[in-house]
């Protein structure tokens, strides 16, 4: 797509800035959807099939996600166990309200999506920050801090993003295994953010933390959507996956409606992705391939003094701008001096100092975000 096609396409990411500045912020896909999206969308419209969806629609969901991720991870989560969302945000603020009081601890790991602090936050829980160690290097989680903070009887839930969003670290077995042994360990329920499952480059696999024993499942709550892999957020379907009746029951007790529901273009989008979206997403991880390794390469080799780690998986990668001294944040900084528009890491519960580049543009234009972030800093 040119510039002039996706400033067209009136979505947030290219209108929300004037246009001389090239968005590289909200995490949506500068690509075309696939064509079986397409066609779906168009067919429900030309029907003007756009009423209420039935629950046949709902299994006819859960049914093709379930084989999706049996054919690219290995495990078909039983239909049965899922619920339906009307987005995956939704499902995490339910969780929150469902399984802690007010006042309880709920454990992150900064720097993190910001909804992740805001759900905590906006409900009257308490924030309980495991930051990453070297966020922009290893991006380690601290297991010791870990086990401490999640040792606190007031402390009952983890939130978990794998793959990570910012960082793009996509956890090990090990470290996976390492953190369903202190959840089993001090009885927290963790809710396992895993939108991000598909979008993993080779040398890395991403495993659903709910496959890790039947200890760990019975505790855990999986919350998925085919937006981050198929461009679709805007479509606006999630769900969830119950790793035990016991927590569909907790879950279930907030109303069904507070927890939103998708709309019948969500749910058609979101079944012709997984169903016949296979080419288009194979095709577009090849590009998304490309562009993170010219980014890392671009990075190494013309702005040395910018720390950054190559990402794992996603399509967002986070720069460490501190060795700079910039008199403002770097988010700022760059907006002002570069025309360039990525997201400021505070929102992140991270430094000021960082900032989220999204990469999941056109070569062209991803070539022009960093040759503009190089002048304005002088390099």
Not at 59 to 88: K, M, Q
Not at 229 to 242: P, T
Not at 266 to 271: F, H, L, N, P
Request: hydrophobic share 45%.
């Amino acid at each position: 797509m040119t510039e002039v096609s996706l400033r067209a396409r009136r979505g947030n990411k290219w209108s929300k800035y004037s246009e001389d500045v090239l968005p590289a912020w909200v995490a949506d896909m500068d690509f075309t959807i696939p064509e079986p999206v397409r066609a779906a969308i168009v067919w429900t419209a030309r029907h003007s099939a756009l009423g209420y969806e039935r629950p046949e629609d709902h299994e006819e969901l859960f049914r093709a996600a379930s084989s999706w991720i049996a054919a690219r991870h290995g495990w078909e989560p039983d239909p049965a166990t899922f619920a339906v969302l009307g987005d995956l945000v939704q499902g995490m603020l339910a969780a929150v309200h469902a399984f802690t009081d007010p006042g309880d601890g709920v454990i992150i790991q900064t720097p993190i999506y910001p909804p992740f602090l805001t759900s905590v936050t906006a409900l009257g829980r308490r924030v309980v920050d495991n930051r990453l160690v070297d966020a922009c290097g290893a991006a380690a989680l601290d297991l010791d801090r870990l086990r401490t903070l999640a040792s606190d009887p007031r402390t009952r839930l983890l939130l978990l993003c794998n793959p990570h969003n910012p960082s793009g670290r996509v956890l090990r077995r090990d470290e996976l295994e390492a953190i369903a042994a202190i959840a089993v360990e001090c009885d927290l329920v963790v809710v396992a953010d895993e939108v991000w499952m598909d979008v993993v480059y080779p040398g890395h696999r991403h495993i659903p933390f709910a496959t890790l024993g039947p200890d760990i499942a019975e505790r855990t709550i999986t919350l998925t959507s085919a937006t981050k892999s198929f461009n679709i957020a805007g479509a606006r379907c999630a769900m969830a996956m119950f790793g035990s009746e016991a927590l569909r029951a907790r879950f279930d007790t907030l109303p069904a409606r507070m927890r939103g529901t998708p709309g019948i273009l969500g749910v058609r989008a979101s079944i012709a992705a997984w169903r016949q979206g296979r080419a288009w997403f194979d095709a577009v991880m090849r590009q998304l391939d490309a562009n993170r390794q010219a980014v890392t390469a671009f990075v190494r080799e013309r702005l040395p003094m910018v720390r950054h780690r190559m990402p794992e998986g996603t399509y967002l990668t986070w720069l460490d701008f501190s060795a700079l001294n910039l008199d403002r944040p770097a988010a700022a900084f760059l907006l002002e001096g570069a025309r360039v528009a990525l997201n400021d890491g505070t929102d992140f519960g991270g430094d000021g100092h960082c900032a989220r580049l999204n990469f999941a543009t056109t070569p062209t234009i991803l070539a022009e975000i960093c040759e503009r972030i190089a002048r304005a800093i002088g390099r």
